[in-house]
């Protein structure tokens, strides 16, 4: 059986994978979803994401400690930039990065240089409130609440930082959602795919996949580690 380490996107924390963890979990794998530094249950430390890194040191040391190997690393959205750092700096306990609607930047790119540089940046310590989810995003009521009830503002800061490149030796593979909206990152790191030839899995789902289409994604993730 495979060991997950699920990085969730930007408003969320480890309760985004909610309805994903108990799926793999009953599949006989091993699940990490850890809240990065600033999000869930670590709201209150978001005045410390002061870039990119705190997030990488955060999920490379939570791999170090439980001195996991042969990693099935997972970045949904936002989180796409933690992972790529994080299979930077420890490629050899990566047996899989899976990108699930990730922003991806290329090496050295900054997220907020997808789509093309800004001809103006924030503020390093400016955070961005959340939006309420609705039935547009592919939510149900009640799915809807639950989310709307455990949103936190995201940093700036992790957007404005270098991603390294993903060294060669560790396998990607990158999965993104059909209805995801226009302008998100992942559509544009889609687009830039579409460019290259490079193959990539396209789910009927919306971008939140994990909590509106979980049986879907969890096939998905298993699929990447058979």
Do not use: K
């Not at 991603?163 to 059909?178: D, I, M």
Request: with cysteine; charged share 15%; net charge negative.
């Amino acid at each position: 059986m495979a060991t997950f380490v699920l990085v969730h996107g930007a408003f969320r924390g480890g309760w985004g994978w909610a309805r994903v963890r108990p799926l793999l979990r009953a599949a006989g794998h091993e699940v990490h979803a850890p809240s990065l530094i600033g999000a869930g249950e670590h709201a209150a430390l978001l005045d410390r994401v002061t870039g990119l890194d705190v997030w990488v040191d955060q999920v490379a040391g939570l791999i170090e400690a439980e001195d996991l190997r042969d990693v099935a690393l997972v970045g949904h959205s936002q989180g796409g930039l933690v992972t790529a750092g994080v299979a930077a700096r420890l490629p050899e306990r990566i047996a899989v990065l899976v990108h699930l609607d990730a922003a991806v930047p290329l090496p050295r790119e900054r997220a907020v240089d997808l789509g093309g540089a800004p001809s103006a940046l924030p503020a390093r310590d400016a955070v961005v409130a959340p939006t309420p989810v609705g039935a547009q995003g592919g939510y149900d009521a009640a799915t809807a609440a639950w989310v709307n009830a455990r949103l936190t503002p995201s940093p700036v800061a992790p957007a404005l930082d270098p991603v390294p490149g993903v060294p060669a030796s560790v396998s990607q593979a990158f999965v993104f959602c059909s209805g995801t909206p226009a302008g998100y990152p992942s559509t544009q790191v889609r687009a830039r795919l579409d460019a290259q030839g490079t193959p990539y899995l396209l789910i009927d789902a919306a971008h939140d996949a994990p909590l509106c289409a979980p049986e879907l994604v969890t096939s998905v993730l298993t699929d990447c580690v058979a």
